[in-house]
Nanobody, 121 residues
Framework: QVQLVEGGGGLVQAGGSLRLSCAAS????????MGWYRQGPGKQRELVTT???????NYADSVKGRFTISRDNAKNTVYLQMNSLKPEDTAVYYC???????????????WGQGTQVTVSL
């Protein structure tokens, strides 16, 4: 089985920074794309950013220039550095990873448990 464990959420004032982490562990053969979604109060879950195994990245327009995704392939860990935070960034942040558990199987998506980020005025 595969587990994704998130950390780093919390309460921060507008303009501040937070760094989220998400570590995948368990029966892992390979990890392809990793990334972050978020779900704000009363909103649908939205894609924030993704990173490929080769380091290619994509960002939602709302976070470009403020958020940076990175990963450590040796540790199967993805990070989200969030700067210049705004109240509208308040949400539960969920990481995901596309994981294959053996060379015989296709990869599937696994999710973290979610971590709360609250940005106050």
């Amino acid at each position: 089985q595969v587990q994704l464990v998130e950390g780093g959420g919390g309460l921060v004032q507008a303009g501040g920074s937070l760094r989220l982490s998400c570590a995948a562990s368990g029966s892992i053969f390979s990890v392809d794309d990793m990334g972050w979604y978020r779900q704000g109060p009363g909103k649908q879950r939205e894609l924030v950013t993704t990173i490929t195994s080769g380091g290619g990245t994509n960002y939602a327009d709302s976070v470009k220039g403020r958020f940076t995704i990175s990963r450590d392939n040796a540790k199967n860990t993805v990070y989200l550095q969030m700067n210049s935070l705004k109240p509208e960034d308040t949400a539960v942040y969920y990481c995901y990873a596309e994981v294959a558990v053996s060379w015989r199987t296709s990869s599937r998506i696994y999710w973290g448990q979610g971590t709360q980020v609250t940005v106050s005025l």
